[in-house]
């Protein structure tokens, strides 16, 4: 839904100085090379002026950006920044210019050393290498996250879920084999990683107060065999939130330096990512991403639409077809066998008004159409009240 007053094909208005624009974005901005982004970045990448154009539109004052490949020394974000955000593109707005981010490891390519997908052997080449990283990625970093920020960010008090153990999750959702027998061995099984990639808990200092930005990217449910070790995997990544912004001690629930718990009761945030799950189609466990955006913490608000979501499921047709959800509420477009889902999502917490929100999914004969298909997936947004 476009903010009120604005046309529905439009890019967002310019938000009110009282007002703060959150979003995320998963832009396949990864390469499958290791300093495969770079290159990018320092070429003249078609997808990459899209994908800036969209945010110099759009204009968010905090996004997640998804798929954007980790490189520790933040010489890819600072390309990004220099060279296209801060630099007028076709199709585009005004130059952006961030202050402020956050980025840290992931777990996608770093090899476990362990046979993860039980094929008999560890490592190997392409596919099967990627299988046996604790995050599937065919190099160290692939399918990273990057925070953007207009405020700062407190990035001592950040907390990281990188090396959280899927086995410490209480009930958690163990592969097993048709049956009933566990897919991995205890001796594998203890030393899963639950996060496919990492999950961030980001302090931000915006206007109003600090606002939690609780990001992730859990794996898709999807590329495994009869066992579902993707979908369990997904299906708990997206509960971790639901426990973290729960009351209880969660002594399970322990970050990267050893301090164990969840979010506090009074604190603010918002959920980002594209956590890989639609409520009703698709491959996903349906119950996980259900239960967070029923969750008590987590505000009630009309779900974030477009209308060139509703013309792309009617062209593409296939799969779209049989799908039960609205299809306004789509963020992305899978090609036929899949349909166009709703994977991407912007959850604030309740605490703050909500002025406005929208999938930047222009209509075929709207403006900026033309820049929308950088990547597969379409920013979401909303507008909150900084008070």
């Known amino acids: 839904m476009a903010l009120q007053g604005a046309a529905p094909d439009a890019a967002p208005a310019a938000h009110a100085p009282d007002v703060l624009r959150i979003a995320t974005y998963n ?48 010489s ?14 076709p199709g585009g707005g005004e130059p952006l210019h961030y202050p402020y981010r956050y980025l840290a490891p992931v777990n996608t390519g770093v090899q476990s050393g362990l046979d993860l997908d039980n094929n008999g052997t560890v490592g190997g080449d392409g596919r099967d ?16 996250m990057l925070l953007l920020s207009r405020y700062p960010i ?17 009930d958690a959702q163990r592969p097993r084999h048709p049956d009933g027998r566990p897919f991995h061995p205890d001796a594998v099984w203890s030393q899963l990683r639950l996060s496919s990639k990492s999950h961030w808990d980001v302090p931000v200092h915006a206007p109003g107060g600090v606002i939690h930005v609780l990001a ?33 001690p969660h002594p399970w629930l322990c970050d990267d330096t050893g301090r164990c718990g969840g979010l506090a009761a009074d604190a603010r945030f918002v959920i980002l990512g594209d ?8 491959a996903g466990d349906h119950a996980a991403i259900t239960e967070l955006l029923e969750h008590p913490r987590v505000m009630r608000m009309a779900t974030p639409r477009s209308e060139g979501a509703l013309e792309a499921a009617e062209a593409d047709g296939g799969a779209n077809a049989q799908h039960r959800g609205s299809a306004a509420h789509d963020t992305g477009s899978f090609g036929p066998r899949v349909g166009n889902l709703r994977l991407d999502y912007a959850l604030p917490s309740v605490g703050r008004a909500l002025v406005g929100s929208g999938v930047f999914w222009p209509r075929s004969d709207a403006a900026h159409a033309q820049i ?7 920013l979401v947004w909303v507008d909150l009240q900084s008070e």
């Open 27 to 74: 832009t396949s901005l990864y390469s499958n090379e290791a300093g495969g982004l770079i290159e990018r970045l320092q070429g003249d990448d078609d997808n990459v002026h899209k994908i800036a154009a969209v945010l110099q539109q759009v204009r968010p004052d905090i996004v997640l950006l998804n798929e954007f490949d980790y490189v520790a020394d933040g």
């Open 76 to 89: 890819a974000a600072d390309l990004f920044q220099r060279r296209w955000l801060e630099q007028p593109q």
């Open 129 to 144: 290498r990627g299988n046996d990283a604790w995050g599937y990625g065919l190099h160290p970093g692939q399918y990273g």
């Open 154 to 170: 407190d990035a001592a008090a950040a907390r990281t879920f990188q090396l959280l153990k899927w086995s410490a999750m209480p």
């Open 216 to 248: 992730s990217h859990p794996t898709p449910p999807a590329f495994d065999g009869p066992e579902k070790r993707n979908v369990a995997r997904n299906h708990d990544e997206i509960r971790l939130w639901t426990d973290y912004i729960s009351p209880g």
């Open 275 to 282: 956590l890989n799950n639609d409520p009703v189609d698709g």
């Open 372 to 378: 929308i298909d950088g990547t597969d997936h379409r």
